[in-house]
Structures are given as structure tokens and as C-alpha cells.
Nanobody, 120 residues
Framework: QVQLVESGGGLVQPGGSLRLSCAAS????????MAWFRQAPGKEREFVAV???????TYGESVQGRFTVSRDDAKNSAYLQMTSLKPEDTAVYYCAAGNPSFRATDYSSWGQGTQVTVSS
């Protein structure tokens, strides 16, 4: 397992952009798919995006076309570029490492989360 630390969250106006980062404590190249999930108050954890070890990506329906997931294996890091943000994107965003999946239970390593608030 690797330890993960997210950064880059904050307060942004509707229509704005943010870039989240996820730094892993160890090697992710050829080892881990890197995923992003989010959880809003009172709601279940929701799949946002995943990038596999080959760079293939999959997105949740609610963020398709607005968010972009990427990875830099040389830096043991993953990123989530978020654009055209909406108030309903407000949540704690979590980075996860493991086998590529839409299910949170399939990931063995998690970060502590970073808050994203979209509000005017």
C-alpha cells in the first residue's frame, strides 16, 4: 500500500476551475490505478474518475467533459483538473490507489481528503 496526500482544494465561484493533486509515498508506475472520489454531506461516496497504469481514463457521468484526471509516474502523483465547476460539485474529494474500479471498496489506499466548495 501507499500513503496518499491530497492538496489543492478550496473555495471557488461557479464556473471556476481548480486543480487537485495527490502525492503518493511510493512508486505508482505499473502498480496502481489512481482514482478520485467525492463525498458530500449526507451522501454516499461517489466515483469521479480513474486513470489506469496505461493512462486510460474513465469518468463519472456527472463530471464527464468538465474534469480531467492525469498522472505523473515520475513524481508518484495524480491530478484532477476541474473546470466549469457547479455548486453540486461541492464535496470532500479523495484520492485512492488500487485496481481500477468504480467501487470505493476496491481501493486499499486513501488520502485524507480535501474540501472543494463551489459557491458565489
Amino acid at each position: 500500500q501507499v500513503q496518499l496526500v491530497e492538496s489543492g482544494g478550496g473555495l471557488v465561484q461557479p464556473g471556476g476551475s481548480l486543480r487537485l493533486s495527490c502525492a503518493a509515498s511510493g512508486r505508482i508506475r505499473n502498480s496502481y490505478a489512481m482514482a478520485w472520489f467525492r463525498q458530500a454531506p449526507g451522501k454516499e461516496r461517489e466515483f469521479v474518475a480513474v486513470i489506469n497504469i496505461f493512462g486510460g481514463t474513465t469518468y463519472g457521468e456527472s463530471v464527464q467533459g468538465r474534469f480531467t484526471v492525469s498522472r505523473d509516474d515520475a513524481k508518484n502523483s495524480a491530478y484532477l483538473q476541474m473546470t466549469s465547476l457547479k455548486p453540486e460539485d461541492t464535496a470532500v474529494y479523495y484520492c485512492a490507489a488500487g485496481n481500477p474500479s468504480f467501487r470505493a471498496t476496491d481501493y486499499s489506499s486513501w488520502g485524507q481528503g480535501t474540501q472543494v466548495t463551489v459557491s458565489s
